[in-house]
């Protein structure tokens, strides 16, 4: 059954550090999305991915995260400058069709704690 | 603003015993509810997906619902392996899921 893996699946940083998170979405999906979770809070929305460009940021997706799709395969999260409350599981999910419906489909996450 | 709350926060149930799952939400022009277990450490695992008010779907002990302001998770004669927190959550008008908090389920033998 096709998956959508994530690497790396724990990532430490210290604080001021740059991180990528890297997502391998289920093959002919075309939606592309990036959840997190605080521990023990909501799965909460970042941002999507549509046609190479982002369809939606939340506000929490603030000029130190990027997203990219750098080849056919991969989808990237970037963070430049990791702060403390960066700590957090990062999902990345994936719709094969156009966000109108369906449902999505999510790795197994990456955990990224700040020290 | 798309909001879901879901309750209770947390769920013990002597295994055999059947009980509900709430899910109450607010959208604007709903394109789904979803209903997702999740394990520790472990990313959301789609279980059903509901587009419309009198819907129902089924899957092994679990029965999802859904009405013009809540979904129901109906959990029959649950498993120790039913342990998990459920999600539930919804897409609007915006594409995106909007997820309430879950609902931890303790099935105990």
């Known amino acids: 059954e096709p998956e959508v893996t994530q690497t790396p699946s724990h990532q430490v940083t210290q604080m001021g550090q740059e991180v990528i998170l890297r997502c391998v979405p289920i093959s002919n999906h075309l939606y592309f999305y990036w959840y997190r979770q605080i521990l023990g809070q909501k799965v909460e929305f970042l941002v999507s991915f549509y046609n190479n460009e982002i369809s939606e940021k939340s506000e929490i997706f603030d000029d130190q995260f990027s997203v990219e799709r750098p080849d056919g395969s991969n989808f990237t999260l970037k963070i430049r400058s990791t702060k403390l409350e960066d700590s957090a599981m990062y999902f990345c999910?994936?719709?094969?069709?156009?966000?109108?419906?369906?449902?999505?489909?999510f790795g197994e996450g990456s955990r990224l704690t700040v020290l | 603003e798309d909001q879901v709350t879901q309750s209770p926060e947390a769920l013990r149930l002597q295994e055999g015993e059947s009980s509900s799952l709430n899910c109450s939400y607010t959208v604007s022009g709903l394109r789904g509810l979803f209903w997702y277990r999740q394990d520790p450490g472990k990313g959301p695992e789609f279980l059903f997906t509901?587009?419309?008010a009198g819907e129902e779907k089924e899957k092994e002990r679990l029965k999802a619902t859904l009405t013009k302001k809540e979904s129901f998770l109906h959990i029959t004669a649950p498993k120790p392996e039913d342990s998990a927190t459920y999600l539930c959550a919804v897409r609007g008008n915006t594409g995106k899921l909007i997820f309430g908090q879950g609902t931890t389920l303790q099935v105990k033998p």
């Open positions: 999910a994936s719709i094969n069709l156009a966000g109108v419906a369906g449902e999505l489909f």
């Open positions: 509901l587009y419309s």
